[in-house]
C-alpha cells in the first residue's frame, strides 16, 4: 500500500441554480487574457445537451480517455505510445475552435466615443476575437443554457443515445414535459489522468502531495496530445502562447488552506472540498476492471478510511502532517463518496477515476413524479417513479454510472428517502423507521447526511489543510521575499508580475483603426500603455506578441 | 572575399546557433514550442503539416549522407557511382517535393485564413521566407542542375569542404568553382543555421521521443516554498473590529 491525499471535489447538483457565477469567477482569476477567450476552466452546461465543447463526451469521436484493449491491458483509447507519436505533425482527435466556439468582443468605443444628440442609438457589434471581423454569435460554452435549443439538438447528446433504445425514445424535449438540471464540470484532477499520460514532453504531471494535476508551462512543447486525450475535455490550448493550460484547482489557495475560486463564490453554496486517502498502488488494477459498471466500486475501494487507525498510521509514516490526517478524517468529500455513498463519479468508463463527484439530482425524478399526475412529497409516490418511469433515471446512470441504472436509482432512493424523513421529522416530529430500513442507514446517518447536504457552513463543506507544515519556515521567508509568482512570466496563467505593469487583460480595442491619424491602438505594436482615441492612457495588448 | 564567405561567415553561424541556443534555453523555456495553431485551423494543416515534416526528414536525412559520408566510404563499400547518384536524385526529388507541397500549404493557410494570419509573428514571417528560399535553391540544384542539367559532383567538393569546416581546417579553395546555385545554397544554409535558435525551430530539439519510455502517469513533487495562508475572512472581521 503507498498512501497519498487527493483534495476532492463533490457538488450536490440538485442545488445548482445555473447561476454561471463559478464560471465568471474562475474566468476573472484564470482565463481573462488573450488566447484563452474560449477557455472555461468551469463551466457549467445543462443536461440534457450536447455540452462544451460540442459533443465532447461522445469518445468514439474523439477517442478521449482510456479502454482496455483485447487483451485486457488499459491502453489510451487514442492509442499506444508510438501511435501517438506519428499523429505529432496533426494530431487527427484535437477539437477545433469551432467545436468550442468562436470567441467575440465588441468594440465599445462605439459606445464610449459617440457624440451627445444622436438620432439612432449606438450599437457595439460583435467581433471575432480571433480575427477583428465582424462575426455573428452563434455557439458559446453555456448556449444550451436552461435547454435552449434543445428541440433541435439535445438529442444528439451522448448520453441519451446511450441510453436504451425504449427510454431514450420516451425523452421528450417538449416545454413541460422534459427535464434538466445544470451540471457544473471542472478538471477532475483524476487518479489515473490520462492527459499527462498523453503528453508526450512529460510537462503534465500530478503532485505527490495533494493529487492536483498540473501543466509545466516551460515543459510544456505545444503536442497538444493532452488535449485530445482528455475525455473530459478539461485541457485547453493556449492559442497565443501555444502551450496547454488547465484547471489548476486553484492550488495556490488550496496550499494556503483556501477553498478554490469556483468554491468561494458558489451562489448554491453546493460545492464541497476535502481530503480523500488513497492506494495509489490499487489505481491501475481499479481503472482495469473489465465490467464498466463495476468502476464506481472498483474506484471507491481505491479510497482509504481515514477513521482507520491503521490508514492513521499510514499517513503519518508516510511523512504526511497531523492536520492533513486530521482533515481526511473531517473530509465532507469523504463522507459523501463513501460513507453515505450519494455521490457519484462523472463518466467512470472513461476509466481515468475522476476526483470530481456530484450527488445527483433528484429534481428531474420529482419533475416526473409531477408530470405523472403523482405527489412529489410522497416517499411512496417518488420510490415508484423511479422504479417505473425510469427516464431521468436512465439518463443520469448514462452519466454516472457507466448506465447501471440500479445503482443510480439506490442513491436517488436514499435523497428520497432522506427528503421524507426530514419532512416528517419537521412537520410532525415523527420518525419515520420504514424509509430508513428501505435504505440501510440509521437515523443519526440520515440527519447527519441531511445537514451536511442542506445547512452545512462554509468550514465544514470545505476542510483544507493548509500546504505541508514542515515548510514553516519557508513559508514565513516566502512572505518578506518578493519573488513572485512562479506562473508571472508575460501571457502565462499567472500574470501580473510583482512589479504589476505586466498585467495582461483583454484588449480593449480590437478592431483596429482605419487611420484617421490619431493616435489609435495598432494591433501589433508593443507598447504596454497607449493613448487611446479619447485622449486616456490604456492598456494595449499586442495580438501578434513576438515569442521568438 | 574568398575567406569571409566560405570561412568566416560559416564560424560566426555555428557560433550564433550553439550560443544562440544556450541563451534561449537560458531565458525563453516559455517560449520553447511548436507554437501549434491546429486549435486554429486544421484542414489545410492535416495535409501540409505530415508533408512538410515527412519530406524535411528525408531532405535533412538526404544531406547528411551527401555531405558528411566520404565518397571513398560508398566506393569502399562498393556501391557504384552511378546507383548512388540516381538514388540521391531521385529521393531527393521525392522528398524534396513533399517539403515543398507541405510548406506551400502550410503558408498558403497562413496566408488565407485570417486567425492563423493573425497569429503569424514576424519571426514566422522571416522563417517561412528563408525556409522557401532554402527549399527552392536546393530544389534548384537538386532538378535542374543534376536532374535535368549536366551534372555536378558536389561530392568532391562542396562535401570535402563542409566537413573541412568542421575539423577546423577549412578549405575555402574547393567553393570556388562550384555552380551558383549550390554556392548560394551552401552560404543560405549556413545563415538558416544562424536564424534556428530565434524561431520556433527550436522544438525539434525537443523531439519527445523518451515518451517511448517513461511511465504514463508522471508525479512531481511540490517544489518552492509555500505561499503565505491568506487570514480567513473571519478572522480579518475579529482583527479590524478590536
Ligand atoms: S479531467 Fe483533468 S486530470 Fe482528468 S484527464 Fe482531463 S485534464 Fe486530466
Ligand atoms: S456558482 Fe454554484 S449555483 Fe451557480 S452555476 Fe456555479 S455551481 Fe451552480
Request: glycine share 8%; with cysteine.
Amino acid at each position: 500500500m503507498r498512501i497519498r491525499a487527493q483534495v476532492a471535489m463533490v457538488m450536490n447538483l440538485d442545488k445548482c441554480i445555473g447561476c454561471h457565477t463559478c464560471s465568471v469567477t474562475c474566468k476573472q482569476t484564470w482565463t481573462n487574457r488573450e488566447g484563452t477567450e474560449y477557455v472555461w476552466f468551469n463551466n457549467v452546461e445543462t443536461k440534457p445537451g450536447i455540452g462544451y465543447p460540442k459533443h465532447y463526451e461522445d469518445q468514439d469521436r474523439w477517442h478521449g480517455g482510456w479502454q482496455l484493449d483485447r487483451k485486457g491491458r488499459l491502453t489510451l483509447r487514442s492509442g499506444g505510445r508510438v501511435k501517438r507519436l506519428t499523429r505529432i505533425f496533426s494530431n487527427p482527435d484535437l477539437p477545433s475552435i469551432d467545436d468550442y466556439y468562436e470567441p467575440a468582443t465588441f468594440d465599445k468605443d462605439i459606445l464610449v466615443g459617440a457624440p451627445a444628440g444622436l438620432n439612432d442609438t449606438p450599437v457595439k457589434r460583435p467581433h471575432s476575437a480571433l480575427t477583428g471581423e465582424p462575426m455573428t454569435v452563434e455557439w458559446g460554452a453555456n448556449w444550451e443554457d436552461s435547454l435552449g435549443g434543445a428541440h433541435e439538438r439535445a438529442d444528439q447528446d451522448p448520453n441519451i443515445t446511450g441510453m436504451p433504445p425504449e427510454a431514450a425514445a420516451k425523452v421528450k424535449f417538449e416545454f413541460e414535459k422534459t427535464f434538466m438540471f445544470h451540471l457544473p464540470r471542472i478538471c477532475e484532477h483524476c487518479l489515473n489522468p490520462a492527459c499527462v499520460s498523453a503528453c508526450p514532453s512529460g510537462a503534465m504531471y500530478k503532485r505527490e502531495e495533494d493529487g492536483i494535476v498540473l501543466v509545466d508551462q516551460n515543459k510544456c512543447r505545444g503536442w497538444r496530445m493532452c488535449v485530445s486525450a482528455c475525455p473530459y475535455k478539461k485541457v485547453y490550448v493556449n492559442h497565443a502562447t501555444g502551450k496547454a493550460e488547465k484547471c489548476t484547482f486553484c492550488f495556490p489557495r488550496i496550499e494556503a488552506g483556501q477553498p478554490t475560486i469556483c468554491s468561494e463564490t458558489c451562489v448554491g453554496r453546493l460545492r464541497y472540498l476535502g481530503i480523500v486517502f488513497y492506494d495509489e498502488d490499487a489505481v491501475l488494477a481499479a481503472a482495469s476492471v473489465k465490467d464498466e459498471r463495476d468502476l464506481l466500486d472498483a474506484q471507491r475501494d481505491v479510497f482509504l478510511d481515514p477513521h482507520d487507525p491503521v490508514v492513521r498510521q499510514a499517513a503519518l509514516d508516510a511523512g504526511m502532517p497531523e492536520e492533513w490526517v486530521e482533515a481526511a478524517r473531517l473530509s465532507p468529500v469523504w463522507r459523501l463518496i463513501s460513507e453515505y455513498r450519494i455521490a457519484l463519479p462523472l463518466h467512470p468508463e472513461y476509466r481515468t477515476l475522476p476526483m470530481v463527484w456530484y450527488v445527483p439530482p433528484l429534481s428531474p425524478v420529482l419533475d416526473a413524479t409531477g408530470a405523472a399526475g403523482r405527489d412529489d412529497t410522497d416517499a411512496d409516490d417518488v420510490f415508484h417513479t423511479i422504479r417505473d418511469l425510469r427516464i431521468p433515471v436512465e439518463y443520469l446512470a448514462e452519466l454516472f454510472t457507466a448506465g447501471d441504472a440500479d445503482a443510480a436509482a439506490g442513491v436517488l432512493m436514499k435523497l428520497a428517502a432522506m427528503r421524507s424523513y426530514m419532512r416528517a421529522r419537521t412537520l410532525d416530529g415523527t420518525f419515520a423507521q420504514e424509509l430508513l430500513e428501505g435504505i440501510g442507514m440509521t437515523g443519526e446517518q440520515v440527519e447527519a447526511m441531511y445537514r451536511l447536504l442542506a445547512i452545512a457552513k462554509y468550514d465544514e463543506r470545505y476542510v483544507i489543510p493548509t500546504a505541508y507544515t514542515k515548510d514553516a519556515a519557508a513559508l514565513e521567508a516566502q512572505a518578506t521575499a518578493s519573488d513572485g509568482c512562479s506562473l508571472d512570466c508575460e501571457g502565462g496563467p499567472g500574470m501580473g508580475g510583482s512589479d504589476g505593469i505586466k498585467a495582461v487583460t483583454e484588449r480593449f480595442h480590437l478592431v483596429e483603426d482605419g487611420g484617421d491619424g490619431g493616435d489609435t491602438v495598432h494591433v501589433g505594436r508593443r507598447e504596454l500603455v497607449t493613448r487611446r482615441p479619447d485622449g486616456r492612457m490604456g492598456l494595449t495588448i499586442d495580438p501578434t506578441r513576438e515569442r521568438s | 572575399m574568398n575567406t569571409v564567405v566560405w570561412i568566416v561567415l560559416p564560424y560566426l553561424c555555428l557560433a550564433v546557433f550553439v550560443g544562440g541556443h544556450i541563451w534561449r534555453w537560458r531565458h525563453d523555456q516559455f517560449g520553447w514550442t511548436t507554437h501549434t495553431s491546429q486549435l486554429l485551423e486544421n484542414r489545410i494543416l492535416r495535409l501540409g503539416s505530415p508533408l512538410f515534416h515527412l519530406g524535411a526528414f528525408g531532405v535533412i536525412g538526404g544531406h547528411a549522407m551527401g555531405l558528411l559520408v566520404p565518397a571513398s566510404l560508398t566506393a569502399a563499400l562498393g556501391i557504384p557511382e552511378h546507383l548512388y547518384h540516381l538514388v540521391a536524385v531521385w529521393a531527393g526529388t521525392v522528398t524534396g517535393v513533399m517539403l515543398i507541397v507541405g510548406l506551400v500549404l502550410l503558408i498558403a493557410r497562413r496566408l488565407v485564413n485570417g486567425r492563423v494570419r493573425r497569429k503569424t509573428t514576424s519571426m514566422d514571417k522571416v522563417l517561412y521566407a528563408s525556409l522557401a528560399v532554402m527549399v527552392g535553391l536546393g530544389m534548384a540544384a537538386t532538378v535542374v542542375v543534376n536532374l535535368f542539367g549536366p551534372g555536378y559532383d558536389y561530392r568532391e567538393t562542396i562535401a570535402v569542404w563542409f566537413r573541412s569546416v568542421f575539423w577546423l581546417s577549412p578549405r575555402s579553395d574547393l567553393m570556388i568553382d562550384a555552380p551558383l546555385v549550390y554556392q548560394l545554397h551552401a552560404i543560405g544554409g549556413f545563415l538558416f543555421l544562424a536564424l534556428w535558435p530565434f524561431t520556433r525551430l527550436v522544438h525539434v530539439w525537443s523531439a519527445p521521443l523518451a515518451y517511448l519510455w517513461r511511465p504514463y502517469v508522471v508525479y512531481r513533487t511540490r517544489r518552492g516554498p509555500v505561499p503565505t495562508p491568506q487570514p480567513s475572512p473571519a478572522t480579518v472581521r475579529e482583527a479590524t473590529r478590536r
